[in-house]
Every structure is written in structure tokens, then in C-alpha cells.
């Protein structure tokens, strides 16, 4: 029988991971959604930067917009609206981001996206973003990102520094073999125990190595042996 100290701290504890991990982690796909940034100086030229990168249907609201953003949007016609915020620029977008040096309009921004029900985050100001944009070390089709709930982006990118020495180019060519190998697998293989054990052995660090030191070829040879089973049970 438990005792009421032991239910005391569970409950203490499922409360400290809730708060910790108050953020969701995902990997969104924007590509022909609209976004609203609302501001034109250098930090919505750089938000604008990253949303474009993934296809996201960019408009920007404000009524001085910097050269640079103005070429950017023309080049990847994204639409400027030349204007003062109003909240009927939000209409039917997924995110919002306000990018302006104006506190008092952020807070309105952020309001107006609560009641719309439009995530939103606010460029330096952690208790107004409903998301944070991560840190990330892009290799291919591999993504690292990085967090600190907003707290210290600047950590995250001496982070992704770091990150950026370990993992290399040679890691998203690795991942784009590893697709490739997995479709066959799942198609191949019956059993999701056998399949699951033959992932688990072609994408550890003993398979990467392998496919360093003797190229993609041979690693693809030698992944092809170990799956039809010539080789089963042994690691690459």
C-alpha cells in the first residue's frame, strides 16, 4: 500500500515535468500556409528569411519596410502590406510573428492572435510566444534543433555550433540511404519485431562508420546482403 508521502511526491514530480516541458517539440510543415510578420526592420527581414527557406506563404505588415526585405519579398513574391497593424491582416493565418519595437503593439498583437486562435510569438519577449523558433544544424534532410524556452537563444546558438563540428554533411547522406533502406524494409520484411531489429542495427554508430570508411556504395551492397538475411544477426 502506498504511502501519502509516495503519492505526494509523484504528483510533485509529474507537476516539475508539466511546468519544465510546458513547450511541445515538433517539426511543422509550412510550405503554402500564410504567416503574418508583422514589422520591416532587420528582425523581420531575418524571420521572414526562415520562412520563405520552408515555403510558408509570407505576408508582411508594417508601414516602413527596409530595402532588403522589400527585395526579399519581391524575389519570392511574398506580399507587403504597406500599412498600419490591424487585426484583419491576421485573417487565415497559422503563425504570426511580431517583429516590431513597439511593446505596447506586440502585447495587441499577441491578443488579438489569443483570441483568434493564431500561435504566435513575439520577437524578444518569452511570456508573449506561444512557440519558439529553435537553433538548428541542417544537414540534408537531418535537423537538430535547440531550445532553451526562449530564455537564452544566444546559448542555443553557441550550441549549435558545437553541434555543427560534430555533425556533418556526411550524416544527411547517411539519413538519405537510411530512407531508402527503410521503404524496402517495410516492404520486404513481414514481421515489425525483424523490421524494427534491422533499423535499429542499420542506424547505429558500428553502420555509420561502415558507411564512412567505404563509401555509400558498398555500405548499400552490404545493407542489401544483411537484409535479404545472408548476413542476419551480424552488425554492419
Known amino acids: 500500500m502506498r504511502s501519502f508521502k509516495f503519492d505526494v511526491a509523484i504528483r510533485q514530480a509529474v507537476e516539475y515535468n508539466y511546468a519544465v516541458m510546458a513547450k511541445y517539440p ?6 503554402g500556409r500564410r504567416v503574418v510578420v508583422i514589422g520591416g526592420g532587420a528582425v523581420a527581414l531575418r524571420k521572414a528569411q526562415g520562412l520563405l527557406a ?14 532588403m526585405l522589400t527585395v526579399l519579398c519581391a524575389r519570392n513574391d511574398a506580399k507587403i502590406i504597406r500599412s ?3 487585426k484583419n491582416y491576421l485573417s487565415g493565418a497559422v503563425l504570426a510573428v511580431a517583429a516590431t519595437n513597439n511593446q505596447q503593439l506586440n502585447r495587441r498583437i499577441y491578443k488579438d492572435c489569443q483570441e483568434l486562435e493564431i500561435l504566435c510569438n ?29 530564455y537564452c537563444p544566444a546559448y542555443s546558438g553557441h550550441l549549435r555550433k558545437k553541434l555543427e563540428h560534430t555533425f556533418t554533411d556526411k550524416h544527411g547522406e547517411f539519413l538519405a540511404g537510411l530512407e531508402t533502406l527503410r521503404k524496402r524494409i517495410i516492404k520486404d ?10 533499423l535499429g542495427k542499420l542506424v547505429d554508430d558500428k553502420s555509420f ?14 545493407a542489401d546482403k544483411f537484409i535479404s538475411g545472408e548476413i542476419r544477426g551480424q552488425k554492419p
Open 122 to 150: 513575439v520577437v524578444d519577449d518569452p511570456e508573449l510566444c506561444d512557440f519558439f523558433v529553435p537553433a538548428v544544424v541542417k544537414r540534408g534532410d537531418l535537423q537538430i534543433a535547440i531550445g532553451t524556452e526562449g
Open 26 to 31: 515538433i517539426f511543422l510543415e509550412m510550405s
Open 54 to 67: 520552408v515555403g510558408a506563404r509570407l505576408v508582411v505588415v508594417a508601414e516602413h519596410v527596409d530595402d
Open 84 to 86: 498600419k497593424y490591424s
Open 189 to 198: 520484411v513481414p514481421g515489425q519485431a525483424d523490421r524494427k531489429a534491422l
Open 209 to 222: 562508420e561502415y558507411f564512412i570508411e567505404n563509401g555509400p556504395a558498398q555500405w548499400q551492397a552490404y
